[in-house]
């Protein structure tokens, strides 16, 4: 028993910051932030709930599957609404979902953690799972500091799975933890995130390449069979060097970072469906999502690609058409 894939969606607040703006309310610049980061802009708005319910809402008409046919919900989120119930509470309701729902807080690294506890209920009698990751950063974000301001989006990304007789186009994964290192990068109740910058930058490289080799190692692929690695979007030189160590050229990586900033556990399905809706992905190709985050957690999946309904216009985020790193970089 395994997942399959049967519907994707994302939603992104209206409202844009561009770097421009940011320049207007801090000591910082466009050429600074694209330089160090590859970030133009971000969106902000909503709640969690809000994003959520709307990304999931569009993976499930693309799915064309009735909500209440859900048997679990799992929303990934480091920014619920409230402390008390959890946000997949208020998301469930709005949906008209079935079965049962939860929150999942693994930071940056928390969809690859929900798709990987999904594949595995999906063994073991659920039919159907909604997988959402939805974030409201702006909310834990201090507007006036300009080492973490210039960094954090809001958005949601969703994927509906269906239980399938054979493996599935999960192949492998790993999921790992580092609490030692979670001072490093943190926001306390009603606190703004507070981040070394440096040291986050120099250890997630480090994970990013040692959990997706393990994840390719545990499947037996080389990176050269990869045909797109869809990569926590944190930033930009983190995810160059990351593909540099594991051998994956730019030209295969999946990238909303310019235009959404860093999403924590949204990034990596908004950017998958991003793939998806520039049709960058056939039948039995080989996707690697890998992700980091605060804890510090970390996370990769190995997925292979199989034939979904055809994506309905508007299901996607909308988008400019580049569809490669390089080119994005040329904006740089
Ligand atoms: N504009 C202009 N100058 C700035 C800005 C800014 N927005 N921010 C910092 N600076 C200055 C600093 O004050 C410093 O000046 P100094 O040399 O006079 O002291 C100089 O620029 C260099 O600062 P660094 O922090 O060394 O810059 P760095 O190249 O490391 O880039 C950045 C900073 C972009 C934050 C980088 O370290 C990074 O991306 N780290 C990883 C962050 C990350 O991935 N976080 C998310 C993890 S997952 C999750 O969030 C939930």
Known sequence: MGMRIIGWGTALPEKIVTNADLEKTLDTSDEWIVERSGIHQRHIGDSTAEIAVAAGRNALALAGIAPASIDLMILATTTPDQSIPATSAHVHHELGLGGGAFDVNAACSGFVYSLVMANGLLGSGAKRILVIGAETLSNVTDWS???TAILFGDGGGALVLESVPDEGQLLSWDLGLDGSAREILRADHGGFIQMDGREVFKRAVRVLVDSATRALEQA???????????????????????????????????????????????????????????????????????????????GSALIRWQDGPSPMPGAG????????????????
């Open 145 to 147: 500091d300009r080492k």
């Open 220 to 298: 037996k692929v080389r990176p050269d069979q990869i045909k797109l690695l869809v990569p926590h979007q944190a930033n930009i030189r983190i995810i160059r060097a990351a593909c540099d160590r594991l051998g994956i050229g730019h030209e295969r990586v999946a990238l909303v970072l310019h235009r959404t900033g860093n999403t924590s556990s949204a990034s990596i399905p908004l950017a998958l469906v991003d793939a998806i809706d520039h049709d960058r992905l056939e039948p039995n190709d080989l996707v690697l999502l890998t992700g980091f985050g605060a804890g510090m957690t970390w």
């Open 317 to 332: 985020a909308s988008v400019d058409r580049r569809t490669d790193l390089d080119e994005r970089e040329d904006d740089d």
